[in-house]
């Protein structure tokens, strides 16, 4: 077999290369030309062919994505922002939090069950990464057509894969979503989230300086796996005779991952890395490049040294490889005895691959010949940047026309009632039960409060009760109808859901979920989001610390929703007054806060009475939002609420039906004065929540809520066991649940 | 004084923190230890932890039950040596033959979490003696492999002599024989069980409720008293 | 190097809801005639040296400790040729 | 009744974690000389009716289709006499 060198490269210029096969185009291949003054040995090609892909590169949208850092408002807590695995923020007592969400959406696709294992495994190694422990992590699902055939493929696999990943590793799930909807058919949309913790002092960064400092590669023995693309270099340029197959699929080993994790919490522990990266996508292609850039120095590997678990991989494969529970450490060298012995006692194989040196190039050698020699940073951050044309869709304007207001209401009661057991039992509001019984939410024993709370919520201090909530929230109806605004609402959602559990937001991380930004009309979609998003961060002060972008989520020409999804974290100082969602005791009274105008357009109950999408979402009020979180979390402390519930999709009745069911108690309601009955109901204005005071605060929580300027009416009291609208319907306790709770066990069970 | 209550990690065992906690909270002096090594610094008592020790490959248990701190852990059991295993560590006690019968998948294949009732049937374990006989308490459920299998005459003698420690109570979860959710050697001195006592044992986290804190009370009397 | 083969299946009396799930979803795929289906493990053993009756021996040994919780489980071994 | 089985193993390029557990399990129980250790499932199918190429035909589609995952996973029909 002939070895693709630099030597060899210099010496052969006219040799044809694979550079299309492996996704990159004619100027991108001419510009590595340019960049290394030759051509680019294959080895090299496959770095910067994967590099360069839009997973890693951020081509097409890192121009939008600059806003982010560009509006960040002042905010205290932000310890390390975008660029770094994950952002950390300061939330007290000298702890730091990082958190981050991903997508996993194509792999999951075509092998459920692996792909959303893996893609938990990927979030939760980027979290240690940073030198915290992971705590908790989270969900947000989106399937196809809850009846459609292959939404019984792909939504057991996908949720025994998150559960059998995340449960194995003893991180409690407390948190997500799953929605459906036929604009995700042949795209699910699986996105991963990892909270973790650490001192502000344990913080590390992925980068590699320090000449004489040894690289590390510890965990898992490198296969073949995701390396299906690559293939063509080995077997079309250099050798005929290997298999051409490579699985594209990554399988996960969640106990190698658990190893690696208390593995590498040991090593930070006893302070012995300058550096760490976790193998994700493009694998010890990313890894070393990244490491290298980041640094201040140059990078020396030797590559055969790299544990195989295939010994027929080439070079260019092993750099390539994407296989799972890997990471890459700097370690000065009288550490590194000490780093081996470690990784001893938790069976964790680790080896010396290679080391920092003075220079400024990667260079990678097998068997002694120097197959690759690069300038770092134009491997992983000089990257092409994609001016990507995008217009409003010409249909946009004629679906924001098409009023949802005008869709015909329910005219008595019994039409109301038949909607409200409709609304509660669709597959998108129907209880999640059969799916998040599925995963471990104890494990820890640090859980306050997880599904179906409207946040998640964990202590992170023993002594001092100190807790982090998370909620995670999208709305593709809504961001199709109007993106700037649907990015918003997510935001506001999240916002309004962290703050509901008595929890003050700190700052978010978003998975962005679009289709082919080769499409302008798609391209439109996401400026407008991310311009939304951006402003709406600004504006609520939460900035975001890292996200995620998901592209090309289509099938044919056809593409989801788009689908921005916003993880907000917020912090709590003292869990025990955290807030439930729960009616528990009868008497309590019940306060709407907010203004409900009449908003319909992509609301749940166009979907679900008439299986119509248009008009134009909720208005958003951020300052608004901002009000209502102060008032929701002082009346947390102050114990002036017993339980507090969101209202967005579906409206006030689903979370009074949630609330009522959670606590085993009814609820009178009276429709207000100036609302009729439907719109009360159904209604999803943004900026809303409901909340059970004690009668024995009613006045104080009016007076704090009047001298505030936040409207808020009574509408009830908890009491008996039916949702009993005065003058419309009751509905028993008994047939909610079984409305609510039968339909998903009734759809996969 | 106060008794030493070992917990063992094995690689792959998650709810170790939660049973030192759960020890603690309760009074004893919790100590970690270690499946490599024979030594059991010397503590009263051993809990087996939760979890997926080495990641359940192969069986639930099979591969634990072989390791270093298991010899010993073996040995003293037999002499008396009390010895909880909650849900993996119930596990390792069947597949070391501490404990009668095996544990197989759920009867519905999923894993699942939620907050079970039970039956205390035997109060008078060194693991239950804070419980009355026939009380129901409530403790998270988090499982794969629950169900609990043994053939007839096995079932039968457990049942004839009291060893049945646990009952489930409204929903069977698992398909476990005669709603068996823990047993007991005839000593009393080895109980396992599925469901975790440890994440029940504060008033804020997890179920909310602290009916697992029986558990880690009963051992530390017994202990103290002894 | 030779491959033996460990196959480990439920004992005849021992629910096996995998394989009863299996069972009933043959129909509903439009597969009919299967009156009856069981799950278990096959391990693949790649054995260095001989494999002669010591090694078989071993071998059987190992599956009855290990391979199989003979509690629940009944193991058959093979040499593959 | 005639008895087929149906073996699936992961593609050999598949991680098997389980398998590898159990191999580097072995050594600590005493027993050296096995290099590798692969774990698969194995279905025993009772079929009513005559096991013939038509039936086998319809056993290896449903292996294709449903027992076996042919993204990570091979597999073999046999018929046990
Ligand atoms: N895939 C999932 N994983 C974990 N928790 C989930 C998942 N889907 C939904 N949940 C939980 O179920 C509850 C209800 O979800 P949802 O109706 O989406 O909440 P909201 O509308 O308040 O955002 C929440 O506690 C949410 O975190
Ligand atoms: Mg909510």
Redesign the interface.
């Known amino acids: 077999m002939s070895l693709d060198t630099v030597k060899h490269a210099s010496e052969t210029p006219d040799s044809e290369q694979p550079w299309k096969e492996l996704g990159l185009k004619e100027d991108e291949y001419a510009r590595i030309r340019e960049i290394l003054g030759r051509r680019p040995t294959g080895a090299e090609l496959a770095m910067y062919s994967v590099m360069w892909s839009e997973h890693c590169s951020y081509k097409s949208s890192k121009v939008h994505l600059k806003q982010f850092g560009e509006k960040t408002p002042e905010n205290d807590a932000m310890l390390v922002g975008i660029g770094e695995n994950a952002g950390v923020v300061d939330v007290g007592q000298g702890y730091a939090v990082t958190f981050k969400v991903e997508s996993h959406n194509h792999p999951s696709y075509i092998e459920p069950y692996q792909g959303a294992a893996t893609g938990v495994g990927g979030i939760v190694r980027d979290i240690l990464a940073m030198g915290a422990r992971p705590v908790a992590v989270v969900d947000p699902l989106r399937f196809g057509a809850a009846d459609h055939p292959d939404t019984k493929r792909v939504l057991p696999g996908v949720v025994a894969g998150i559960g059998g990943y995340g449960n194995c590793l003893g991180l409690p799930n407390i948190g997500g979503e799953v929605v459906f909807d036929s604009c995700y058919q042949g795209n699910p949309l699986v996105n991963a989230g990892c909270i973790g913790v650490m001192k502000h002092e344990d913080i590390h960064l992925a980068k590699a300086s320090g000449p004489g400092n040894k690289v590390i590669l510890y965990g898992a023995r490198t296969g073949g796996d995701g390396i299906g693309g690559v293939s063509v270099l080995a077997s079309e340029t250099f050798d005929d005779t290997k298999p051409t197959k490579r699985p594209a699929v990554q399988v996960g080993d969640p106990f190698q991952e658990k190893l690696l994790i208390e593995c590498t919490l040991e090593i930070f522990q006893e302070k012995l890395v300058a550096g760490i990266q976790d193998l994700g996508g493009a694998g010890l292609s990313c890894a070393t490049s990244e490491l290298a850039s980041a640094g201040s120095g140059g990078m020396r590997v030797d590559l055969e040294k790299v544990h195989l678990r295939d010994a027929t991989l080439s070079p260019e494969e092993i750099l390539m490889s994407e296989s799972q529970e890997r990471m890459c450490a700097i370690v000065e060298p009288q550490h590194v005895d000490r780093f081996l012995e470690i990784c001893e006692k938790w069976d964790v194989i680790a080896v010396v691959i290679g080391e920092v040196t003075e220079g400024e190039r990667l260079e990678i050698f097998w068997h002694g010949e120097q197959i690759v020699d690069v300038p770092p940073r134009s491997v992983a951050h000089e990257g092409p940047t994609y001016h990507r044309p995008f217009a409003r869709p010409e249909w946009q304007d004629a679906l924001q026309a098409d009023d949802a207001g005008k869709l015909p209401r329910p005219q008595d009661g019994a039409e109301l009632k038949d909607q409200v057991l409709k609304l509660v039992s669709s597959p998108n509001q129907a209880s999640k039960s059969w799916i998040t019984d599925q995963y471990d939410r104890f494990v820890q024993g640090n859980t306050v409060l997880a599904q179906p709370e409207d946040a998640g919520m964990v202590r992170i201090d023993e002594e001092t009760n100190l807790g982090v909530a998370m909620a995670t929230d999208g709305n593709g109806r809504y961001a199709k109808l109007d993106p700037y605004t649907g990015a918003q609402l997510a935001l506001a959602e999240a916002y309004r859901n962290v703050a509901a559990s008595g929890a003050k937001p700190l700052a978010i991380s978003d998975c962005l979920n679009f289709g082919s930004p080769e499409d302008p009309a798609v391209m439109w979609q996401f400026a407008e989001a991310t311009r939304g998003l951006a402003d709406g961060c600004f504006q609520l002060g939460t900035p975001v610390t890292g996200g995620n972008v998901s592209l090309y989520n289509q099938t044919g020409e056809v593409a989801i929703h788009p689908t921005p999804v916003v993880a907000v974290l917020g912090v709590i100082d003292d869990v025990n007054r955290r807030t439930p969602i729960a009616f528990a005791e009868e008497g309590q009274l019940l306060y709407l806060l907010g203004d409900t105008k009449e908003e319909f357009g992509g609301s749940a109950w166009s979907e679900v009475i008439h299986q119509h999408l248009g008009g134009m979402p909720p208005a958003v009020d951020l300052d608004r939002e901002k009000l209502l979180g102060e008032i929701l979390i002082s009346g947390s402390r102050d114990g002036m609420i017993d339980a507090a519930h969101d209202l967005s999709d579906g409206g006030l009745v689903q979370a009074v039906v949630e609330s009522c069911l959670r606590g085993g108690n009814g609820a009178r309601l009276v429709v207000p004065e100036g609302l009729d009955a439907f719109t009360f109901l159904f209604s999803e204005s943004a900026g809303r929540a409901v909340v059970a005071v004690p009668r024995s605060e009613e006045l104080r929580f009016t007076d704090m809520c009047g001298a505030r300027g936040l409207p808020a009416t009574r509408i009830g009291v908890v009491d008996g066991d039916a949702v009993d609208v005065q003058g419309e319907f009751a509905l028993s306790l008994t047939e909610l649940r079984e409305a609510h709770e039968a339909t998903i066990p009734g759809l996969l069970a | 004084m106060t008794a030493r209550i070992g917990v063992v990690t094995f ?2 065992t ?2 170790d ?2 049973a030192l ?1 759960a020890a603690r909270l309760a009074g004893a002096e919790p100590v970690s230890l270690w499946h490599r090594d024979k030594d059991l610094k010397q503590v009263d008592a051993v809990v087996l932890a ?3 020790s ?6 639930a248990g ?2 634990s039950r ?2 270093p701190v298991m010899e010993t852990i073996i040995e003293q059991a037999k002499a008396g040596m009390p010895v909880l295993g909650i849900c993996n560590g119930f596990q390792i006690l ?2 070391a033959h501490l404990l ?3 544990m ?11 907050d079970q009732k039970l039956r205390v049937e035997n109060a008078e374990t060194a693991w239950t003696s804070d419980y009355s006989a026939g009380q129901e308490i409530e403790v ?1 459920l ?1 499982n ?1 492999d629950g169900r609990y ?3 007839e005459r096995t079932l039968d003698e457990l049942e004839a002599e009291g060893r049945v420690a646990f009952r489930y109570l409204d929903v069977n979860p698992n ?1 476990s024989l005669r709603d068996i959710a823990g047993i007991t050697n005839a000593a009393g001195n080895v109980v396992g069980l599925m469901p ?1 006592p ?2 029940a ?2 008033p ?4 909310g409720k602290t009916d697992g804190l029986g558990f880690f009370t009963s051992i530390l009397k017994k202990l103290v008293n002894a | 190097m030779a491959r033996v083969v460990v196959d480990v299946m439920l004992k005849p009396e021992i629910l096996d809801p995998q394989g009863q799930a299996v069972q009933r979803a043959l129909p509903r795929l439009g597969f009919a005639g299967i009156a009856d289906v069981r799950q278990g493990k096959r391990f693949e053993l790649e054995v260095e040296g001989p494999v002669d009756d010591a090694a078989l021996a071993r071998i059987h040994e190992m599956a009855e400790t290990f391979l199989a919780n003979t509690v629940i489980e009944d193991f058959v071994v093979k040499v593959e040729s």
């Open positions: 690689p792959g998650l709810d923190q939660d906690r939760g979890g997926f080495y990641g359940d490959y192969l069986r099979a591969i072989f390791s069947t597949e009668p019968g095996a197989l998948r759920n009867n519905h294949l999923h894993f699942i979490c939620r998270p988090k794969m299998v043994a053939d398909g975790h440890e994440h044992v504060e804020l986290i997890g179920t």
